[in-house]
């Protein structure tokens, strides 16, 4: 099943087939290119690649035991970090739980990261959550939950607060094609709608939601279709295209702040890989289906796009490659080594102050730990 | 008799009803052609067919509100909420629905329906693939609510459940889908609801427990016999309606009482269980009935252990009920 590619458009425009502005051989349509700096385009290109070096070795250290999950994105680094490159700094995102290349791009530290994928004490979320569910505010980035679907509405309050206090921001969030059937899709479509809130829903059509596919979820055309029944705008794009990503993601920024309201921008990409580590996609689906999405892999496009500029050598891949191995590894090693949170953790932060029944659990906790 | 793990007998409760009864479906989230992702209701599509057995769009108030439809008609659904984590955006679709359809239409509509969804922690989980949300359940009126701790039972209450003709909220505790293993009678058999087990006779202490702690109370009650403590050992099994006898009886009969539960104190069923006891057994109790419980906290990933109520947890509330 590969993405359903009719005419291709100008600008993204609803309803007139799948935005893309890079070719397979990395050319690009210049009327759409949104023109990144050599430094915007290489950064955008690193953080893809350190992307999926960092989930290759996340799958490994499960495998070994090392840590106990890990949710990853291979195949849909296009959309995720092209989607960050799309945004300002001063702009929100709302996370799923697949999208560390966003914030990765926005400068999210490596060993932060992997404190929270050990669980360790040096976790900025103490442990408490499993491996991937970490919160970034310092990056405006918000805290990965598990439930589907949740943090649509919850991006709508937020663009429209951010509005009505005068500023010129956007909240963007992220969700895959599963979620659209979650009420909450519908909800936050509807309100933002009515609201005219400046967000964007970002969805990674990768065409699986754990074993289900898209057909299952769905009797519209496409995802982006549903957009029109809320009165919001809503665009295809080709999800393992960078470039058209961005574009895409800037535009939708910037009708937002300009007061124009919402837009969908559905991605169309793929999930390569597992849903997760414990997943085993062989039991539902065919090798086959994977090999052509395999073939348009978003990070080769875009390396293909900067050899072309003449602002990529073959010895530069080469040194991102070995610098991301390192820094990861520099990373796993420094939060192997770091003991678990206190038990403290556990009964603290439940309130801003912590209630009397709390002090007497943690105080139970502290003695049941001396009986083992 | 086959020696089967919970996953295994569940399927086979699902598969036995299925081919007794034409009503009966199954639906939810990835139940269909990978069977589950605990893999419960493998092979079961391939045996019935996508119209009986398949995978809705991923939205709990739509798989509960239409099951709900659907028993309403006549059939028996059997939906899956793949964690119960994760039942929340059907909660008014139970709670305010099928709990109330046979009180609020006069008995012109029942909602014979079975939601079967994993629950509890020691899985490394987390937050969200951990919670043991048992108490909101029964706290609504018209829910019958079900917690099985081993194979056996697991297939035995399940086929009863199908068969009632209320909404039953059933409970799989998850760490012991495949630890927990036992003999599984072949076919049709049924463990009534409503209808605790004792698992081991004692004279000294009363412990009352549900679903992956009946695990951890047996292995205190096991230390505490070494001590030369006599424990007797509840099973709840139905959760509600609770099968009250058994518990006042062997409150009655031991003076010293535990509740074990995994999920948090506060309004926990154990909070009930305790209000029962002395409202009943008030005079025989020869200590304060004691809690040995999660804490009033969301379900923390590395140290899931600290919260779990462990064993020597168990061991320590029984000595403190024993030394009162
Ligand atoms: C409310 C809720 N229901 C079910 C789940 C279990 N679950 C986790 S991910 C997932 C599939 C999500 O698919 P999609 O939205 O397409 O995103 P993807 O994982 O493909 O990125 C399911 C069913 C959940 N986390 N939350």
């Known amino acids: 099943m590969a993405a359903k590619k009719t005419k291709p458009v100008v600008a993204p425009t609803p309803n007139s087939g799948v935005f ?6 990395g050319s690009v349509d210049a009327r759409r290119d949104p023109k990144l700096s050599t430094a915007a385009a290489r950064h955008l290109y690193e953080t893809m690649v350190r992307t999926r070096v960092l989930d290759e070795r996340m799958t490994m250290l499960q495998r070994q035991g090392r840590i106990g999950f890990h949710i990853g994105s291979m195949g849909e680094e296009a959309t995720i970090v092209g989607s960050a490159a799309g945004l300002d700094a001063g702009d929100f995102i709302f996370p799923c739980y697949r999208e560390i290349g966003a914030a990765l791009y926005r400068g999210f530290s490596l060993e932060t990261y992997m404190h929270n994928m050990f669980g360790t004490a040096g976790d900025t979320v103490k442990g408490r959550q499993m491996p991937d569910h970490y919160s970034a505010r310092e990056i405006g980035f918000g805290s990965v939950s598990s439930p589907v679907g949740t943090q649509i509405p919850q991006a709508v309050g937020y663009a429209w607060a951010a509005r009505h206090k005068g500023e010129k921001s956007v909240a963007l969030v992220y969700f895959g094609e599963g979620a659209t059937s979650e009420g909450d899709f519908h909800v936050g479509l509807n309100f933002a709608g009515v609201m005219k809130a400046p967000v964007i829903f970002l969805c990674r059509n990768n065409h699986w939601a754990i074993s289900v596919p898209v057909a299952r979820q769905t009797r519209s055309e496409n995802i982006a279709v549903k957009a029109e029944a809320y009165g919001i705008r809503g665009v295809q794009v080709d999800g393992n295209d960078a470039l058209a990503v961005v574009a895409a993601t800037r535009e939708a920024a910037e009708r937002g702040r300009h007061g124009e309201g919402a837009t969908l921008i559905e ?5 390569v890989g597992a849903h997760s580590t414990s997943d085993d996609p062989r039991v539902y689906r065919a090798d086959e289906e994977v090999v052509p999405w395999r073939a348009q892999d978003g990070i080769d496009r875009m390396r293909r796009y900067l050899e072309r500029r003449g602002i990529w050598k073959p010895s530069d891949e080469e040194t991102v490659r070995t610098k991301a191995d390192d820094a990861v590894k520099a990373a796993i090693k420094t939060a192997e080594a770091t003991a678990e949170p206190d038990l403290e953790t556990i009964f603290e932060g439940v309130f801003a102050e912590q209630p009397w029944h709390l002090r007497e659990e943690w105080d139970e906790a502290a003695r049941a730990r001396d009986l083992k | 008799m086959p020696t089967w793990n ?21 639906l939810g989230e990835d139940v269909g052609k990978f069977g589950g992702v605990f893999r419960a209701t493998e092979g079961l599509q391939k045996e019935f067919g996508d119209e009986r057995v398949f995978d809705t769009p991923l939205s709990e108030g739509g798989i509960m509100g239409t099951a709900i439809g659907m028993a309403v008609y006549g059939l028996r659904p ?25 009180y609020r239409s006069g008995g012109q509509f029942t909602v ?29 009126a018209g829910l019958k609510v ?32 495949r630890a927990a293993k036992g003999e599984v009678p072949e076919g049709d058999y049924t463990v009534p609801l409503g209808k605790a ?25 096991t230390t505490l016999e070494g001590d030369g403590v006599g424990v007797e050992l509840i099973d709840l099994r139905t959760l509600w309606p609770v ?19 995994e999920a948090p104190r506060t309004c926990g069923f154990g909070a009930e269980i305790v209000t029962l006891i002395q409202e009943r057994a008030f005079l025989h109790l020869e200590a304060p009935i004691k809690r040995v419980t999660g804490y009033d906290t969301p379900f923390p990933y590395t140290l899931e252990n600290d919260y779990l109520p462990r064993a020597p947890r168990i061991v320590d509330g029984v000595r403190g009920v024993l030394n009162y």
Not at chain 2, 6 to 26: G, K, S, T, Y
């Open chain 1, 20 to 25: 893309s502005v890079m070719k397979a051989d």
């Open chain 1, 267 to 271: 991605c169309l990409t793929y999930r």
């Open chain 2, 6 to 26: 919970m996953i295994q007998a569940i399927n086979d409760a699902l598969r036995v009803e299925m081919r007794r009864d034409p009503n009966v479906v199954v």
């Open chain 2, 78 to 102: 059997v939906p899956e909420i793949q964690f119960s984590d994760f039942i929340y955006p059907a909660f008014d679709q139970i709670v305010n629905e099928a709990a109330k359809f046979r």
């Open chain 2, 112 to 140: 014979p329906m079975v939601i079967r969804t994993p629950c509890g922690g020691g899985i490394r989980g987390g937050h969200y693939h951990s919670q043991s949300p048992e108490a909101y359940f029964i706290h609504t």
């Open chain 2, 146 to 177: 079900v917690m099985p701790s081993n194979p056996h039972d697991a297939k035995g209450l399940l086929l009863s459940s199908i068969r009632d003709d209320d909404p039953v909220v059933f409970f799989e505790p998850k760490r012991i889908y």
């Open chain 2, 197 to 221: 087990a004792i698992l081991r006779e004692g004279r000294d202490a009363t412990i009352i427990t549900w679903g992956a702690m009946v695990h951890e109370a047996l292995a205190a009650a």
């Open chain 2, 243 to 261: 099968d009250i006898d058994s518990i006042v009886d062997s409150a009655k009969k031991t003076g010293r009482v535990v509740v074990v539960h």
